[in-house]
């Protein structure tokens, strides 16, 4: 049996219905659609004409929603979210992003995580027969991601940090820690006593450039006692150069604890105990458009980050369920 649609209003009328109840007036819904406010109250009066329900409840000081308004406007919002998703789907198909992926990832990530990831959305398109995505990935730092991210650019990032950009839907694949490595047999290896605070932002290190994730950690942790760290020795722009710097004999170094496991279990660096310092951060996905990432493969990639590391995720981290 034919639903009959005829009371269900199209979108936009949709859309400034569920403005006016949140912004609070029918003004306000009507310069967040690009409308009049005369255009949006009779499109408003025909969407009430249409359900045979009053919807808004009008007065001088603004407008807000009846009984029944609140109701159709939470329908309104789960429908509006699902058109969005359908949308960038369809947007996704028409442009061959089944075939085409553009990653951005911060270095860490890039390093440590993604080729592992990559592969293995490879070997799940692979068992279902299916066309492998070709990906092309970008490392750099994050702040530069969350950029191509909001550009268009990229189609999917991964960032480092202690919060989720904002304005970009985002969800947790793995929890990392940062500690404080040096080249074994250095005076800062013999160390027998913690690091405080202040002793760590004495230090002289082989750092990471502005916009980087590590960067900002250190500089957070250190801001919550007043701190701010010395001038550094050096600074690089991958992770991979900080460790072999460091490895080389340069200045200590703040690194992910998965970029020099490694060395660390060989014995080539040593692992500097640090004590006050909460150096604990989260990897996230970030993309655009609806809550959950865009059917296609960056939703696969990002159920294939999130499989592999969902044990390691930092509790309480924020960020919507793919």
């Known amino acids: 049996m034919t639903a009959d649609l005829s009371r269900v209003p199209d979108l936009a009328a949709l859309r400034l219905l569920v403005d006016a109840a949140r912004l609070g007036s029918i003004g306000a819904a009507a310069r967040a659609s690009g409308v009049s406010q005369q255009s949006a109250s009779e499109r408003l009066r025909g969407v009430e004409a249409q359900t045979g329900l009053r919807l808004l409840r009008r007065g001088s000081r603004g407008s807000e929603p009846t009984d029944e308004g609140r109701v159709v406007v939470e329908w309104a919002?789960?429908?509006l979210d699902l058109a969005e998703e359908i949308d960038h789907a369809i947007g996704g198909l028409r442009s061959d992003r089944d075939r085409d992926l553009a990653v951005w990832s911060s270095m860490t990530i890039a390093e440590s995580l993604l080729p592992r990831?990559?592969?293995?959305?490879?070997?799940?398109?692979e068992a279902e027969a299916r066309r492998p995505t070709v990906v092309s990935l970008t490392a750099t730092n994050s702040s530069r991601v969350v950029g191509a991210v909001r550009s268009g650019e990229a189609h999917?990032?991964?960032?480092e940090g202690l919060s989720a950009p904002p304005g970009l839907p985002s969800v947790p694949v793995a929890a990392d820690e940062l500690v404080l490595v040096t080249v074994a047999g250095s005076a800062l290896a013999r160390r027998r006593t913690p690091l405080s605070p202040d002793d760590v932002a004495g230090?002289?290190?082989?750092?990471?450039?502005a916009g980087s994730g590590t960067r900002e950690v250190v500089e957070a942790a250190l801001a919550t006692h007043g701190l701010q760290p010395a001038a550094g020795q050096v600074e690089l722009t991958t992770a991979a150069a900080v460790r072999e710097a460091v490895a080389a004999g340069g200045a200590p170094a703040f690194l992910s604890r998965r970029v020099a496991r490694r060395e660390l279990d060989?014995?080539?660096?040593?692992?500097?105990?640090?004590e006050g310092l909460d150096l604990r951060r989260t990897f996230r996905a970030v993309w655009t458009g609806p809550a959950r990432p865009p059917a296609g493969p960056v939703r696969e990639l990002v159920a294939v980050a999130r499989a592999r590391s969902r044990a390691q995720v930092a509790p309480g981290a924020a960020g919507s369920a793919p």
């Open 77 to 79: 919002g789960r429908l």
């Open 117 to 125: 990831w990559l592969v293995q959305l490879r070997q799940r398109q």
């Open 156 to 159: 999917l990032g991964f960032v």
């Open 203 to 209: 230090l002289r290190t082989t750092g990471r450039e």
């Open 266 to 274: 060989a014995g080539q660096l040593v692992e500097v105990a640090v």
